[in-house]
């Protein structure tokens, strides 16, 4: 019933760019915050960015300056805009949604994640 669809990944050099896309079904996409994660082989997964329900924005420092996170309710969808591309940003990209519930329940829910490899 709930899907997050990641698109966009791929095979860029370093310098690049690249677009992310999480197109999101299921929930009432406006009211949760979204968030793209990534995960390299070995390591534990990390926030990339965040948006919330309105607006205000996160980002890891490793990538502030260079990735843009934004959303488009009506298409309920986000975006991950990558530019000047490290090969350390190489990794899976997670899509995540995430809101607190009454009585303090968290619901939480991740895509399958979309394979970005920036080349040296």
């Known amino acids: 019933q709930v899907q997050l669809v990641e698109s966009g990944g791929g095979l860029v050099q370093a310098g690049g760019s690249l677009r992310l896309s999480c197109a999101a079904s299921?929930?009432?996409?406006?009211?949760?915050?979204m968030g793209w994660y990534r995960q390299a082989p070995g390591k534990q997964r990390e926030l990339v960015a965040t948006?919330?329900?309105?607006?205000?924005?996160n980002y890891a420092d490793s990538v502030k300056g260079r990735f843009t996170i934004s959303r488009d309710n009506a298409k309920n969808t986000v975006y991950l805009q990558m530019n000047s591309l490290k090969p350390e940003d190489t990794a899976v990209y997670y899509c995540n949604a995430d809101r607190t519930a009454p009585f303090g329940n968290q619901i939480n829910y991740w895509g399958q994640g979309t394979q970005v490899t920036v080349s040296s």
């Open positions: 948006i919330t329900s309105g607006g205000s924005t």
């Open positions: 299921g929930i009432i996409f406006r009211i949760y915050t």
